[in-house]
Protein backbone atom coordinates (compact mmCIF):
# COMPACT_ATOMS: atom_id res chain seq x y z
CA UNK A 1 0.00 0.00 0.00
CA UNK A 2 2.93 2.47 0.82
CA UNK A 3 4.65 1.80 -2.58
CA UNK A 4 1.34 2.42 -4.32
CA UNK A 5 0.88 5.34 -2.67
CA UNK A 6 4.43 6.22 -3.07
CA UNK A 7 4.21 5.67 -6.80
CA UNK A 8 1.16 7.90 -6.91
CA UNK A 9 3.36 11.11 -5.63
CA UNK A 10 5.82 10.47 -7.95
CA UNK A 11 3.76 10.08 -11.14
CA UNK A 12 1.56 12.80 -10.19
CA UNK A 13 4.56 15.46 -8.97
CA UNK A 14 6.53 14.37 -12.34
CA UNK A 15 3.79 14.50 -14.66
CA UNK A 16 2.76 17.67 -13.75
CA UNK A 17 5.82 19.28 -13.42
CA UNK A 18 7.01 18.27 -17.20
CA UNK A 19 3.72 19.25 -18.83
CA UNK A 20 2.80 15.15 -19.58
CA UNK A 21 -0.54 15.54 -18.34
CA UNK A 22 -2.61 18.52 -16.60
CA UNK A 23 -4.30 17.87 -13.19
CA UNK A 24 -6.94 20.51 -12.59
CA UNK A 25 -6.62 19.63 -8.69
CA UNK A 26 -2.78 20.88 -8.94
CA UNK A 27 -2.64 23.51 -11.79
CA UNK A 28 -0.66 26.25 -10.13
CA UNK A 29 0.70 24.32 -7.42
CA UNK A 30 4.26 25.96 -6.90
CA UNK A 31 7.32 23.80 -7.94
CA UNK A 32 8.35 23.41 -4.08
CA UNK A 33 5.20 21.90 -3.33
CA UNK A 34 5.97 19.04 -6.21
CA UNK A 35 9.36 18.58 -5.33
CA UNK A 36 8.11 17.76 -2.00
CA UNK A 37 5.52 15.38 -2.94
CA UNK A 38 8.29 13.59 -5.10
CA UNK A 39 10.30 13.71 -2.18
CA UNK A 40 7.71 12.00 -0.16
CA UNK A 41 6.99 9.11 -3.08
CA UNK A 42 10.70 8.48 -3.44
CA UNK A 43 10.93 8.29 0.48
CA UNK A 44 7.74 6.36 0.61
CA UNK A 45 9.40 3.80 -1.89
CA UNK A 46 12.81 2.76 0.28
CA UNK A 47 9.92 2.54 3.11
CA UNK A 48 8.34 0.07 1.25
CA UNK A 49 11.73 -1.31 0.16
CA UNK A 50 13.17 -2.19 3.63
CA UNK A 51 10.11 -3.17 5.29
CA UNK A 52 9.82 -6.04 3.02
CA UNK A 53 13.57 -6.39 3.35
CA UNK A 54 12.99 -7.19 6.87
CA UNK A 55 10.45 -9.85 6.52
Known amino acids: MIALLSVLFLALSFG ?3 GLFRLSLL ?3 PVAAQ ?3 A ?5 GLLYAWK ?3 KR
Do not use: N
Open 35 to 37: VVM
Open 39 to 43: ALGAF
Open 51 to 53: LRE
Open 27 to 29: EGT
Open 16 to 18: TTT
